[in-house]
């Protein structure tokens, strides 16, 4: 009991804060949530909205007290930035029903107003269930931050009708009315001044105490002034210097007795439904944003979507009880934590200070100067503009802001409502604008440049650099959709339509995120195209990104899981064409991936200016490829040694044959581990026949490096001439046969022949230079 009475007192100056700011707010904003003009200015309901104000704050002060908030110390209160859509429910009900109804008007009005509460309550109630609190946090912030620029907007506007009661609407009469008019200019002109001294004052000092205490000393000065020059108070209020609410001295219950189900007309209340929602959408950003930022600047962990269910309970309560919407407020809490307010206990007595406050009804806002309500609108109003067009000039882009001041105006000039779907339909038409500029296609390379990863013989090399010319490689980025896409189809059209021969058209999908409906129909007409002018279409990597789309069933294209299955399997296609055309009946080495290629083999290879060109090509590479010389002895490993060493030097039938007593020859089945990755290395291998596959695993990558080894090629030589662990590990893909240098065999090499060593091991490191030269250029183009 005594720590709960030091905790008490340690709380009073937060409760004496936190009571004067709900004064304050309560005073200014209460009094501002019904029109004030109409039948709500003939019934006087200016008090009532204040009781409205404070029985919300009651309300979701105890639910947040009691657990419903991580915050020990939350601060809540109405949700100020309703009233626009307030004032449009109000309006748009008084039209519908008639100015011959006021009890009518009323009573559906405040169940709109009900209803608002208790659509926001179930809302949250929902996210708050279903765990979706940072869903919310994916809209788009600058359509936010033009709503409460416009919201900004309408406080203005509100606080000049407040401070001259003239009518909401900015048309030519009421601006006349108000620059042109000394009375009512001497009105407002005070109260926007002491809104922007105050924002002067405040970049100075920024104590915590500022705010209160400048509001506190405006009525000091004010009935000092009166008391000085002995003016008449009934003069002042029927002058509009303080608020004629003499009249209204009804208990804080009042707005109940305006609740009649049979006065309350359904029609209008439906009719406000859109309205409703798009006050229920801005109500739901809320507090996703605020509670994060509160968390932050209080260090304090707490959980979002546990603050959506209590910001649930909190607004359904208020909604069952006739009250207006509420939440969290930021900047109360903050200020309430820094003076002492960091528990349950200063929460409840800031509740019951409210309560108190609501008890003692409305009667002093009588007696409280009209320049006060107005500098506190104003300045909520100038904060919200500046915030959205002042701050955010330099921390967005060029549609971004346009996106801002554009719902600001539609805002202003039209409603809140079709503001906020301006701002949605402003945001959709950026975005395709921006995402259309920015261009699909990350690169474009040809087949020369870019090569699979197989190890091949240098001739076959040779021949597959100049042949893939034919083939164009294009690697295609982000989502592709009906505003990007007719970039990628120009390039396709103006590749295929050039003067380098097309065979092979590559599209690689790794970075794209995926196809809309227009981009995959714009796809198969490029498809279509291309097989028309018998171009195959290669696609890549498209599993995620094409989904459901057509295009991989079209004839004409072929679809592979990554870039180096479909390079690999377009040079394969380049040697089948040659070794076809030389009558071959089959291929004089083995090739690795798909065995399917046919591009129509059985045709000459002088039947156009495409296969013309691999003729050229494969005439000046493979074909002089060093026949075997039997007089030699065996054909092998010489004729392994040929193709694989011939293109770096004289291919010298003694210096082969001497090595041959170094060799051992391996036969291994299909699925041998040769080695793993990190063993230390045995020997190099020289491939004759089958396949190897080679898997690299670095940590700079995430995937696995994939290499395959055909026969005229080597394995393992860097590690074998440099004596660290095997950078890889090789498997047998298909059964083969090696010829074995062996570590032992190498020294001996060394030792025996120094000359010859020498002579083989330069001829190794051209070899491997080349093969790894095409391993990190493949990998840097697919960055």
């Known amino acids: 009991m005594r720590d709960l009475g030091k905790t008490a007192a340690k709380s009073l100056p937060a409760v004496l804060l936190g009571t004067l700011l709900n004064i304050l707010d309560g005073v200014s904003y209460g009094m501002i949530i019904f029109p004030a003009s109409g039948v709500f200015a003939d019934m006087g309901l200016g008090p009532t909205g204040v009781s409205m104000f404070f029985v919300s704050a009651i309300v979701s002060q105890l639910v947040y007290s009691a657990g419903g908030s991580g915050f020990a110390g939350a601060n809540g209160s109405m949700m100020i930035e309703v009233v626009p859509f307030f004032h449009i429910l109000a309006t748009s009900i008084a039209h519908q029903i008639g100015p011959d109804k006021p009890h009518e008007i009323i009573a559906t009005t405040l169940v709109a107003f009900a209803l608002s509460s208790v659509l926001t309550g179930l809302t949250f109630l929902l996210l708050g269930f279903l765990r979706l609190g940072l869903l919310i946090g994916f809209f788009p912030r600058h359509i936010l931050v033009g709503c409460i620029g416009g919201v900004g907007v309408f406080l203005i506007i509100t606080g000049l009708t407040v401070s001259t009661h003239l009518p909401s609407a900015l048309t030519l009469p009421t601006l006349r009315a108000l620059f042109l008019s000394t009375h009512n200019l001497s009105l407002w002109a005070p109260a926007f001044g002491l809104a922007v001294l105050l924002r002067v004052v405040t970049q100075r000092w920024r104590g915590q105490l500022v705010f209160p205490m400048y509001f506190i000393a405006i009525p000091i000065l004010f009935y000092t002034t009166v008391l000085s020059a002995r003016l008449d108070l009934p003069t002042l209020r029927r002058d509009g210097w303080l608020f004629d609410v003499e009249a209204s001295q009804e208990g804080w219950w009042a707005f109940y007795r305006y609740y009649n189900l049979r006065n309350t007309q359904l029609p209008p209340l439906i009719s406000t439904l859109p309205t409703q929602f798009a006050l229920l959408f801005f109500n739901i950003l809320h507090p996703p944003l605020n509670v994060p930022a509160l968390a932050v600047s209080l260090d304090i962990d707490v959980d979002t979507n546990k603050e959506l269910v209590g910001h649930g309970y909190s607004n359904l309560l208020a909604g069952l009880l ?103 339909v402003v945001s959709c038409f950026f975005f395709v604008l921006q995402n259309s500029q920015r261009r699909s296609v990350r690169a474009l390379h040809t087949g020369e440049t870019v090569m699979s990863t197989v190890r091949r013989p240098s001739a076959h090399r040779a021949y597959i650099r100049e042949v893939s010319k034919q083939t164009t490689i294009l690697r295609l980025q982000g989502f592709l959709f009906f505003g990007t896409i007719a970039h990628v189809e120009e390039t396709i059209r103006a590749l295929v339509a050039g003067r380098t021969p097309v065979r092979f058209l590559v599209l690689d999908f790794a970075l794209v995120a995926g196809v809309d409906m227009s981009a995959a129909e714009a796809l198969v007409r490029v498809q279509r195209v291309l097989w028309a002018r018998r171009v195959v279409l290669v696609v890549c990597a498209g599993g995620d990104a094409l989904g459901n789309v057509r295009l991989v069933q079209e004839e004409g294209v072929e679809a592979f899981e990554s870039l180096n299955d479909a390079l690999e399997w377009t040079e394969n296609a380049y ?65 392994t040694l040929v193709k694989a060493f011939a293109s770096y030097g004289d291919a010298d039938p003694a210096l082969f044959a001497k090595l041959r007593s170094y060799l051992d020859r391996v036969p291994l ?86 000359h010859l060593a020498s002579s083989f091991t330069k001829l190794v490191l051209k070899a491997a230079k080349v093969d790894y030269d095409i391993l990190l250029s493949s990998l840097a183009a697919r960055q």
């Not at 071959?584 to 991936?593: K, V, W, Y």
């Not at 002088?606 to 030699?632: F, Q």
């Not at 090789?730 to 120094?754: G, Y």
Request: aromatic share 8%.
């Open 575 to 639: 040697l089948r064409t040659w070794f076809a055309a030389q009558k071959e009946e089959r291929d004089p080495i083995a090739l690795p991936g798909r065995q399917d290629t046919d591009l129509g083999l059985h045709q000459s290879l002088s039947s156009s200016p495409r296969r013309s060109h691999l003729a050229d090509v494969g005439n000046r590479t493979i074909a002089r490829e060093h026949p075997v010389d039997l007089s030699t002895g065996e054909a092998e490993p010489y004729s």
């Open 322 to 424: 006739g009250t207006v919407p509420n939440y969290l407020v930021y900047v109360n809490t903050l200020l309430f934590y820094r003076v002492g307010g960091d528990t349950r206990v200063a929460g409840f007595m800031l509740a019951a200070a409210t309560a108190v406050l609501l008890v003692v009804g409305t009667g002093p806002i009588a007696y409280i100067p009209v320049m006060v309500v107005g500098a506190l609108i104003f300045v909520l109003g100038i904060d919200l503009v500046k915030e959205a067009v002042w701050d955010t000039r330099r921390r967005v882009s060029r549609f971004e802001y346009i996106t801002i001041v554009s719902i600001m105006v539609v805002m202003t000039v039209w409603d809140f409502v079709m503001g906020v779907l301006f701002g949605i």
């Open 669 to 754: 089945p299909e699925g041998r581990v040769l080695w793993q990755q990190g063993d230390a290395p045995d020997g190099l291998y020289i491939i004759e026949a089958g396949i190897l596959r080679a898997t690299y695993h670095f940590a700079d990558f995430t995937p696995l490096i994939e290499e395959s080894m055909v026969p005229g090629t080597l394995a393992g030589e860097l590690s074998a001439l440099s004596g660290e662990p095997r950078n890889a590990t090789v498997v047998v893909e298909r059964q083969a046969v090696l010829w074995k240098l062996s570590t032992e065999n190498l020294r001996r090499l060394e030792a025996e022949d120094p």
